[in-house]
C-alpha cells in the first residue's frame, strides 16, 4: 500500500495525535446499503473512494457526491477491469453482491454467477493492476446452522443456502490468492446488518429484513409484520439474530485497511435478541403499536445466530460504537421516516 501523508486529529493536550495512512479504495457496490455508508464514512475520515456500481439494485440517490462513480458490472471483465486502471486504489472493498437467502433458494446460478464469477473478474482486475488488498463484504450464512452461540470463526463452515456458498466460494478463491499470488484478503462475516445514517439507510425492493418491515408498519406502509414461526427451540419461542450498527460495520473495514490485516472476522455484538423482542423495542422507540401476524416458520432461517466478536476486538482492536438495539432502531427509525418510501421518494 503506498505511503500517505498522515492526518493529525485536533487535539490540544499531551496524547499524542492519533494518525492514519490515508488510502484510495475502489468500492465495489458503493450505492448500497453497506457500501454507501462505508464509503460515507470512508471520505469522512479523509480517505479517497471512487464507487464502481451497476445500480441494478443499490441507488443513484446513495451515491456520495465526493467520490467519482464508474457505472459497471463485475459480470463484464472488461467493465472492472476498465475500472480498476482508471481508479488504480490501494484496496478494494468489495461489497457488489446479491444478499437475499430466499432469492438464491429459486436461483443458484443468479448467486453463483454475480458473487462468485463477477468476483473472479474483480480478482483478475485486480491483479492486473498490482492491487493486493481486499476487503470482502461476506457473511455469517457461511456457517449455515451453528452447532454452538456465540460463534466464532473457527466454526464448520456449512451453508445452507446458495446464497451463503456464494459467499464461502468466494472466500476460498480469495484465499487461494492469498497463498498462490500475495493478495491480502480480509473478509468480514457480518451478523445482521441494521440502523441508519442521518443520510443513508436501508432500502432494498423487495425488503425481506425484519427492521425495516417493522419500522414500515409503525409508518403504516404495511398493516403489519408476519412473525416467521414462533415454535423455534428459543425462549420466545421466535428466531434470535445479533443485530449490528451498520455505522460499526463500516468502521471495521476502515479498521482491516491496516497493513497486515487478513483473515476472517466475525461482526456483531454478541447479543443475541429475538423476532418478538425486536418487535417490542421498536413499539418503544417508535411509540407506534405495530400490529403482528403469526406466521409458518421461513425456510432455512436458522434459530439461533450470535456472534463472538473476540477476535475483532483482538486483532483490529474494533469496538462497537452503537451496541445498543435502542439506539440502532432510533437511528433507522429517523432515517425510515424522513424516508418512508425509501430513496425513490
Ligand atoms: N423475520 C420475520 N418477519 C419479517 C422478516 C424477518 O419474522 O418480516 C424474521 C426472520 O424469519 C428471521 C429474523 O426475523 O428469523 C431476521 O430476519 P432478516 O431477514 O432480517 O435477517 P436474516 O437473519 O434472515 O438475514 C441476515 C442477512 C443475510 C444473511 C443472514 C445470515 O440479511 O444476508 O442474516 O443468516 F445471510
Not at 15 to 42: M, N
Not at 194 to 204: N, P, Q, S
Amino acid at each position: 500500500m503506498q505511503q500517505a501523508p498522515s492526518v493529525k486529529w485536533a487535539c490540544r493536550r499531551a496524547a499524542p495525535a492519533p494518525r492514519i495512512q490515508l488510502v484510495k479504495i475502489l468500492v465495489t457496490g458503493g450505492a448500497g446499503y453497506i457500501g454507501s455508508i462505508t464509503s460515507e464514512l470512508l471520505l469522512d475520515a479523509g480517505h479517497e473512494a471512487v464507487i464502481f456500481d451497476n445500480l441494478e439494485r443499490g441507488h443513484v440517490e446513495a451515491l456520495d457526491p465526493r467520490a467519482p462513480f464508474i457505472r459497471g458490472d463485475l459480470r463484464r471483465p472488461e467493465q472492472i477491469a476498465e475500472a480498476m486502471a482508471r481508479a488504480k486504489p490501494d484496496a478494494v472493498m468489495h461489497f457488489a453482491a446479491y444478499a437475499l437467502v430466499g432469492e438464491s433458494m429459486q436461483d443458484p446460478q443468479l448467486y453463483f454467477r454475480n458473487n462468485v464469477a463477477g468476483g473472479i473478474n474483480l480478482l483478475d482486475a485486480m491483479r492486473a493492476e498490482n492491487v493486493r488488498k481486499i476487503i470482502f463484504s461476506s457473511t455469517c450464512a457461511t456457517y449455515g446452522i451453528p452447532d454452538r452461540v456465540p460463534m466464532t470463526e473457527d466454526l464448520p463452515m456449512r451453508p445452507a443456502n446458495p446464497y451463503g456458498e456464494s459467499k464461502l466460494m468466494l472466500e476460498t478463491i480469495l484465499d487461494w490468492a492469498r497463498r498462490r499470488h500475495d493478495i491480502e484478503p480480509v473478509f468480514l462475516r457480518y451478523f445482521n446488518a441494521c440502523g441508519a445514517t442521518e443520510k443513508l439507510g436501508e432500502d432494498h425492493d423487495p425488503e425481506t429484513h425484519l427492521i425495516p418491515n417493522v419500522l414500515k408498519a409503525a409508518l403504516g406502509i404495511k398493516d403489519n409484520v408476519p412473525v416467521f414461526g414462533d415454535d423455534y427451540d428459543t425462549p420466545d419461542g421466535t428466531c434470535i439474530r445479533d443485530y449490528i450498527h451498520i455505522v460499526d460495520l463500516a468502521q471495521a473495514h476502515i479498521l482491516a485497511l491496516r497493513d497486515g490485516v487478513s483473515g476472517a472476522f466475525n461482526l456483531g455484538n454478541g447479543e443475541g435478541f429475538s423476532v418478538k423482542q425486536v418487535i417490542e423495542v421498536a413499539r418503544e422507540v417508535t411509540g407506534r403499536p405495530i400490529p403482528v401476524q403469526m406466521a409458518p416458520r421461513r425456510p432455512g432461517d436458522p434459530p439461533r445466530l450470535v456472534a463472538s466478536a473476540r477476535k475483532a476486538a483482538d486483532r483490529l482492536g474494533w469496538k462497537p460504537k452503537y451496541p445498543d438495539l435502542h439506539t440502532i432502531l432510533r437511528h433507522a427509525w429517523a432515517w425510515h421516516q424522513k424516508h418512508p418510501s425509501g430513496y425513490a421518494a
